[in-house]
T-cell receptor
């Protein structure tokens, strides 16, 4: 059973601080990794995709991938109250299907 | 450009009934995937279609079926509805069907079974 694991949270972070979200996956054949943000009652929206080991930065967001450790993370710098949402990790497995984590609920405290 | 559109937005059905959900992908996208999301969980994969052919099927009973039309729009059909089918049904489109391209979601159809 291929799995994507995330800490369900809630993760509480003060406004202006760095929020760190983590995701581990079981399929070593996984090649593509995605972070989505989902506000309550809304559909997921893409934040970032990452395909190679290392860091990828986009504005306040940085995705980090370590395929050897089967670990992908998302850092949010200068966290804002509007960043409060559930963050979903999705991994493309060796069968070309997306496997989703259950999400981490992030709360940014003003 | 229009994003992924889904209809209807909300639906209330009773047990045993049948439902059809519709999805139009982003223009130029040839792959459509369907997901079921229950509160507090991540999306659960139901089907993927690419170029009108089924590319993948999740662990859902045969009461669930889908198809993709020549214009790449798609329908999800659920027969003999159960209370447990109450969920948010999400449609996502991507340019190809390999899973390497980001999927873009519609606003979803919220299905309630009474």
């Amino acid at each position: 059973q291929k799995e994507v694991e995330q800490n369900s949270g809630p993760l509480s972070v003060p406004e202006g601080a760095i929020a760190s979200l983590n995701c581990t996956y079981s399929d070593r054949g996984s090649q593509s990794f995605f972070w989505y943000r989902q506000y309550s009652g809304k559909s997921p929206e893409l934040i970032m995709s990452i395909y190679s080991n290392g860091d990828k930065e986009d504005g306040r967001f940085t995705a980090q991938l370590n395929k050897a450790s089967q670990y992908v993370s998302l850092l949010i710098r200068d966290s804002q109250p509007s960043d409060s949402a559930t963050y979903l990790c999705a991994v493309r497995d060796s069968n070309y299907q997306l496997i989703w984590g259950a999400g981490t609920k992030l709360i940014i405290k003003p | 450009d229009a994003g992924v559109t889904q209809s209807p937005t909300h639906l209330i059905k009773t047990r045993g009934q049948h439902v059809t959900l519709r999805c139009s992908p982003i223009s130029g996208h040839k792959s459509v995937s369907w997901y079921q999301q229950v509160l507090g969980q991540g999306p659960q994969f139901i089907f993927q279609y690419y170029e009108k052919e089924e590319r993948g099927r999740g662990n859902f009973p045969d009461r669930f079926s889908a198809r993709q039309f020549p214009n790449y729009s798609s329908e999800l059909n659920v027969n003999a509805l159960l209370l447990g089918d109450s969920a948010l049904y999400l449609c996502a489109s991507s340019s190809l069907g390999t899973g390497d391209q980001p999927q873009h979601f519609g606003d979803g159809t919220r299905l309630s079974i009474l």
